[in-house]
């Protein structure tokens, strides 16, 4: 973290407490937990904090409503609307209808017709959704030209203190719910609204207390802004933690996270895919790639955990089962349990048999395989997947490729063909 930084306007424990009391009956506490598995694991004491319980499936129910809640009738008289493709297009949606204002959505018109159809089951009749463009950044355009030109407010997804302070709830609730002092608190970031409300608040109250942020590693805004030191805009991003992938964080929770936050970890997607694989199959526990992001980090911090008392924070459980298929294959790569390669097979008659006996190892399965055949050439080039059963079977089989002068390029490590394939 930067040695100098600007004093952050902190939200206030007496704002995040009136938070909670506007919640009370809207966004109600959700679960602490102690994870048994995951303890013995990391030889800590890991507890999860499970927003992916809420009603609309997120924190973001809390935001939202605060805001829209501090706001008098007169100023929500001629409506309220959001930019969002995801979990904040849901908890304003829910705001709206709990609240009784009309409310407008702008989503890119890319957005898959299940997260669609949830902001209108939550927002009912109060809300219209509109779908624009092919990105947030056009919907998001899109959303603001409509709230200055018609008169409405804007409820934006985290850079607001109304927000933020609704999000510090779920700080205000982890202390509660804690008998013991806590050592780690593990926070998802996306635009920064989380970290600055539950960072406030324990800044404040646990000051001890380490806040250890998370972000994607295809979407580090926040890292690369505290390197900076001021909000930068990041030209590409990998949007598949769709949760916390933002090209830009918030100037106002910049400024709180300078103060708040004790250290940053960049997690790989592919380790994300695994996390989210890992709590189904272990626990029991459905979420999307962003909340996987704080028990995916626990990795990458085991050495300073152990012995401790630790929180990580589920942010959600929105994911989409089409997702699935690719969330296990992106886990497969990243593990080094599967592997794509141009092989070019000569053109013979046994030459694929060869290869089946004399490459594939007993445990190793060929998942993918593309050939056309090639007239008039000795050689042709097929698209190859294999995979091995333990990441260090992988070195035999290219021992194995080499022994047999198989002619072959490796793929894993190839942007676009990642692309292609996955």
Partial sequence: MPASVEKAPLASVESIYRAKVRLKG????????????LSEQFGARVFLKREDMQVVRSYKIRGAYNKMATLDRASLSNGVVCASAGNHAQGFAFACQKMEVQGKVYMPSVTPKQKV???????????????T???????????????KTNGKQFIHPFDDPRVIE???????????????????VFCAIG??????????????LSPNTKIIGVEPAGAPAMFESLKAGHPVTLEHIDSFVDGAAVRKVGDLTFKIAQTVLDDMILVPE?????TILQLYNEEGIVVEPAGALTVAALDFYKEQIAGKNVVCILSGSNNDITRTEEIKERSLLYEGLKHYFIIRFPQR???LRDFLNNVLGPNDDITHF????????DSGPALVGIQVQKWEDYDGLLQRMQASHIDYQTLNDSKMLFDLLV
């Fill in 117 to 131: 159809k949830k902001v209108k089951s939550f927002g009912k009749e109060w809300v219209e959704v509109v779908l």
């Fill in 370 to 377: 593309e050939y056309t055949k090639k007239h008039n050439r």
């Fill in 349 to 351: 008659a046994g030459a």
């Fill in 26 to 37: 809207v966004a109600e506490p959700t679960p602490l937990t102690f994870n048994y598995n």
């Fill in 133 to 147: 463009g092919d990105t947030f950044d056009d919907a998001y355009r899109e959303a603001v030209d409509d709230a």
């Fill in 191 to 204: 635009g920064g609204g989380l970290v600055s409300g539950l960072g406030s608040y324990f800044h404040q």
């Fill in 270 to 274: 592919g380790k994300v895919c695994s």
């Fill in 166 to 184: 609704g999000q510090g709830t779920v700080g205000l609730e982890i202390l509660e719910d804690c008998n013991d002092a806590l050592d780690y």
